[in-house]
């Protein structure tokens, strides 16, 4: 059964950065799509960045939202997806989750982003 643990969340002001990890363990992530996933307070889920199976071309896609300050890569040795994200806004404070995409292993705990001054 495939575990994912995310971490490197926290409280940042606007403006600011932070790099998300996904640890993924029982899966190969590089066979996958993977895609991280925000959950803002009393709104569903959404996808902020997916990168493609590496056998695929690894490429990326994001949202408006996000596009250009959003960044997912890998570390296939480590299996290991990250979320660079830049120039943070007061509306991107919400719990990211990794997954692949589309969404079909069990969701971690996520990490809760905070965007305030």
């Known amino acids: 059964q495939v575990q994912l643990v995310e971490s490197g969340g926290g409280l940042v002001q606007p403006g600011g950065s932070l790099r998300l990890s996904c640890a993924a363990s029982?899966?190969?992530?590089?066979?996958?799509?993977v895609g991280w996933y925000q959950q803002a307070p009393g709104k569903e889920r959404e996808l902020v960045a997916t990168?493609?199976?590496?056998?695929?071309?690894?490429?990326?896609y994001y949202p408006d939202s996000v596009k250009g300050r959003f960044s997912i890569s890998r570390d296939n040795a480590k299996n290991t997806v990250y979320l660079q994200m830049n120039s943070l806004k007061p509306e991107d404070t919400a719990v990211y989750y990794c997954?692949?995409?589309?969404?079909?292993?069990?969701w971690g705990q996520g990490t809760q982003v905070t965007v305030s001054s």
């Open positions: 990168v493609a199976a590496v056998a695929s071309g690894g490429s990326t």
């Open positions: 997954n692949f995409n589309p969404p079909r292993a069990r």
């Open positions: 029982g899966s190969i992530f590089s066979r996958y799509a």
